[in-house]
Structures are given as structure tokens and as C-alpha cells.
């Protein structure tokens, strides 16, 4: 096992061994790229530009399902550094250049962000499809309410949103999967993948079996766009996962930030090929 993967290649994803993939359906796939990228607390500008270069890569690599983990526009621990005046403020800048993005790779683009309305401000995961239109969101409803995220307000209900050539995709940030009725009332809804943004270390109150347990119970897999690098936690040991029939089928933790690339077959639900590339840090 290297220190920059694990890459399980005969673990079982939907009851068939990913060495049996039939050329059907590896002709069907569609990549996701998982950004597991540094973000670095109150660096907007900086944070911006990781995500982009990012995204640019994957999309080099034909992906089309980008994700970012959560908080990817201003790192975990921002408010204590710049605050949250900034949030509303540059919110239609930060739209546009999203959507701008998602239209030049040709992409969907899922951004980890703070997010502001006329009255609150929530952690969110904003859709942005290949033509650049904002096509959904979903507001982190586990949201803690002390310490770094006492910014933000809970969201209140579970989302599901088709994605182009990927399927139906239930949306989650971080400590939502933690809740099993959130992971059921979102499975009630179809769908066809479970995805989540994270910036969840290991350690204590550290992931302990969601993922997998999510994976168990909804028949569906799990991915999990997590983070690396030092901000209000230490997060050089965090894992980006996919979970599989109760199990961990690939992981990637490294101090350097890096791009998760996987196969999604949408018409058998199954997760095949696992690849880690490095990216600069900004």
C-alpha cells in the first residue's frame, strides 16, 4: 500500500468484482473527479484558483462530475480570520465565475461554499451545470453549532438532483451522513449515488462507518470529496472514499492535494477504476 492510495482492485462494487466488468459496461462509464484539494482558511483568491486548476485537470482527464470538498472557496476556519460580511458581498461574482467554469470544462461542478440568502448564511454544495446554470444546492443540515461552523444556519431537508450522465444524486456535507434518517429520507427520493463534500478528519468525532453504513443500507455507493492540508484542523490524514456494500472500496488521504478520478457505469450503479493524480498547490 502506497502512502498516496489504496486501491482495492478486487473488492466487490454491486455484487460483481470490478475485474469482471463487462466491456458494455466500461464503455457506458462516465468519470467523476473528487478535488481533494488544501483550501487554505480566508484565501479566497487563492482557494479560487486551486479549484480551477483543478478542475481544469479533470476535466483534461474527460471527467464529468466535478467535486470540491466542503468549504473548498474559503477553507474551513475562515470567519475568525476575514469574517462573514464577505459572503453576500461576493456571492453573484462567485456564481458567475463558477458557472463560467462548469461551461468551459463542460463539466457539472459541485462547490463546496458558504452560502448567503436575505437573511441567513448556510455550508453548502452548489450545483453548477455543464452550461453554467446554478441547478441546485444543498445546505449542510448537521451543521455544528459551536466553533468554526457557528456561522452557519442548518439546512432542513435532504436533496436529491438528477446529474447529467451521471443519474440521481443524493447530496450531503460532512456530518449529514452521519444522521441515518437524513441517508434514508434522501435514498426514499431514487437514487442512484450518494455523494458527499467533507472536512472530516480522523481522530476523535472522526469518521467511524457512515460512509460504509450509508453504502449498506441504500444498496447505492458512497462517494466522499474530502480535504488535505492545516486550517482549524489538521487534515493531512483525511480519506476521500468510495464506500461499496458496507465496505471501503478505494481511499485517498496525502498531505499533497490531489485529484481522485473514478468510472461511474450509471446503468449498473458501479464504481470501477480508481486513479490519484497530484496537483500544484496554488
Same mark, same amino acid.
Request: aromatic fraction near 6%; proline fraction near 6%; hydrophobic fraction near 45%.
Given at each position: 500500500?502506497?502512502?498516496?492510495?489504496?486501491?482495492?482492485?478486487?473488492?466487490? =462494487?454491486?455484487?460483481? @468484482?470490478?475485474?469482471? +466488468? #463487462?466491456?458494455?459496461? %466500461?464503455? $457506458?462509464?462516465?468519470?467523476?473527479?473528487? /478535488?481533494?484539494?488544501?483550501?487554505?482558511?480566508?484565501?479566497?483568491?487563492?482557494?479560487?484558483?486551486?479549484?480551477?486548476?483543478?478542475?481544469?485537470?479533470? =476535466?483534461?482527464?474527460? @471527467?464529468?462530475?466535478? +467535486? #470540491?470538498?466542503?468549504? %473548498?472557496? $474559503?477553507?474551513?476556519?475562515?470567519?475568525? /480570520?476575514?469574517?462573514?460580511?464577505?459572503?453576500?458581498?461576493?456571492?453573484?461574482?462567485?456564481?458567475?465565475?463558477?458557472?463560467?467554469l462548469a461551461r468551459d470544462i463542460g463539466a457539472t461542478l459541485v462547490l463546496g461554499t458558504p452560502e448567503a440568502?436575505?437573511?441567513?448564511?448556510?455550508?453548502?454544495?452548489?450545483?453548477?451545470?455543464?452550461?453554467?446554470?446554478?441547478?441546485?444546492?444543498?445546505?449542510?443540515?448537521?451543521?455544528?453549532?459551536?466553533?468554526?461552523?457557528?456561522?452557519?444556519?442548518?439546512?432542513?431537508?435532504?436533496?436529491?438532483?438528477?446529474?447529467?450522465?451521471?443519474?440521481?444524486?443524493?447530496?450531503?456535507?460532512?456530518?449529514?451522513?452521519?444522521s441515518p434518517r437524513l441517508v434514508d429520507e434522501t435514498a426514499a427520493q431514487g437514487i442512484d449515488l450518494l455523494l458527499s463534500s467533507a472536512a472530516w478528519a480522523p481522530g476523535l468525532h472522526?469518521?467511524?462507518?457512515?460512509?460504509?453504513?450509508?453504502?449498506?443500507?441504500?444498496?447505492?455507493?458512497?462517494?466522499?470529496?474530502?480535504?488535505?492540508?492545516?486550517?482549524?484542523?489538521?487534515?493531512?490524514?483525511?480519506?476521500?472514499?468510495?464506500?461499496?456494500?458496507?465496505?471501503?472500496?478505494?481511499?485517498?488521504?496525502?498531505?499533497?492535494?490531489?485529484?481522485?478520478?473514478?468510472?461511474?457505469?450509471?446503468?449498473?450503479?458501479?464504481?470501477?477504476?480508481?486513479?490519484?493524480?497530484?496537483?500544484?498547490?496554488?
Amino acid at each position: 500500500m502506497t502512502p498516496i492510495r489504496r486501491n482495492l482492485l478486487q473488492v466487490l =462494487a454491486g455484487g460483481v @468484482a470490478l475485474s469482471a +466488468v #463487462t466491456d458494455a459496461i %466500461a464503455a $457506458s462509464t462516465r468519470t467523476i473527479a473528487l /478535488l481533494h484539494l488544501a483550501p487554505r482558511p480566508g484565501e479566497i483568491a487563492a482557494n479560487r484558483h486551486s479549484i480551477e486548476q483543478g478542475a481544469r485537470q479533470a =476535466a483534461a482527464r474527460d @471527467a464529468r462530475l466535478v +467535486v #470540491t470538498p466542503e468549504l %473548498a472557496v $474559503s477553507g474551513y476556519g475562515f470567519r475568525d /480570520l476575514i469574517g462573514t460580511g464577505w459572503i453576500a458581498e461576493g456571492q453573484a461574482d462567485l456564481f458567475a465565475w463558477a458557472g463560467a467554469l462548469a461551461r468551459d470544462i463542460g463539466a457539472t461542478l459541485v462547490l463546496g461554499t458558504p452560502e448567503a440568502t436575505s437573511d441567513a448564511l448556510f455550508n453548502s454544495m452548489i450545483v453548477f451545470a455543464p452550461d453554467g446554470r446554478l441547478t441546485g444546492r444543498h445546505r449542510k443540515i448537521n451543521a455544528l453549532r459551536v466553533g468554526s461552523e457557528s456561522w452557519s444556519t442548518p439546512g432542513d431537508r435532504p436533496t436529491v438532483i438528477a446529474v447529467d450522465g451521471i443519474g440521481r444524486v443524493g447530496f450531503f456535507v460532512c456530518a449529514d451522513m452521519y444522521s441515518p434518517r437524513l441517508v434514508d429520507e434522501t435514498a426514499a427520493q431514487g437514487i442512484d449515488l450518494l455523494l458527499s463534500s467533507a472536512a472530516w478528519a480522523p481522530g476523535l468525532h472522526g469518521p467511524s462507518g457512515e460512509w460504509e453504513r450509508a453504502s449498506s443500507t441504500t444498496g447505492r455507493p458512497v462517494l466522499v470529496c474530502n480535504r488535505t492540508g492545516c486550517d482549524a484542523l489538521d487534515f493531512d490524514a483525511a480519506c476521500s472514499v468510495a464506500a461499496v456494500s458496507g465496505a471501503i472500496a478505494f481511499s485517498h488521504a496525502f498531505p499533497q492535494p490531489g485529484l481522485a478520478l473514478v468510472d461511474w457505469a450509471p446503468d449498473a450503479r458501479r464504481l470501477a477504476n480508481w486513479r490519484v493524480e497530484t496537483v500544484p498547490r496554488a
